[in-house]
C-alpha cells in the first residue's frame, strides 16, 4: 500500500498539535486549580497564575481543535518567550542546565 505525502504531512501537523495540546492543557489545568502552590514555584502571584493558566488552556484547545490556530501559537509562543525569560534573567539557568531545568525544552 502506498500513502502519499501530503497525506503524512498533514496527519503529522495533526499529531504535532495534539501533543502539544496535551502538554499546555496539562500545564494550564494545574495553574488553574492550584494557582498558589504554582505560582508560588514560579515567582507569580496566584492572578498571574490564573491567567497564565487560562492563557494554556486557550491556547491548547485552539491548537487541538484547529479554530484560531495561528492565535493558540501565538500564545504559547508569548507564554514560552516569558518562561525563556524567567528562566535566563531571573533564575540564571544555562541553556543545558542539570536536571533538565534549563531552557532548551522552552525554545522547542
Avoid at 496539562?26 to 498558589?36: A, E, F, I, N, R
Avoid at 485552539?62 to 509562543?77: C, N, P, R, Y
Wanted: positive net charge; hydrophobic residues 55%; charged residues 15%.
Amino acid at each position: 500500500m502506498i500513502v502519499n505525502a501530503s497525506f503524512l504531512a498533514s496527519f503529522s501537523l495533526l499529531a504535532l498539535r495534539i501533543v502539544t495540546a496535551i502538554v499546555f492543557f496539562s500545564s494550564g489545568k494545574t495553574d488553574l486549580q492550584k494557582p498558589g502552590e504554582r505560582g508560588k514555584s514560579l515567582g507569580f502571584s496566584p492572578a498571574a497564575t490564573r491567567f497564565l493558566g487560562t492563557m494554556e488552556l486557550i491556547a491548547a484547545f485552539s491548537v487541538a481543535l484547529g479554530v484560531f490556530a495561528q492565535v493558540g501559537a501565538a500564545i504559547i509562543m508569548v507564554v514560552m518567550l516569558g518562561a525563556i525569560h524567567r528562566k535566563v534573567f531571573v533564575w540564571h539557568k544555562g541553556f543545558y542546565e542539570k536536571e533538565g531545568y534549563g531552557w532548551h525544552y522552552d525554545l522547542i
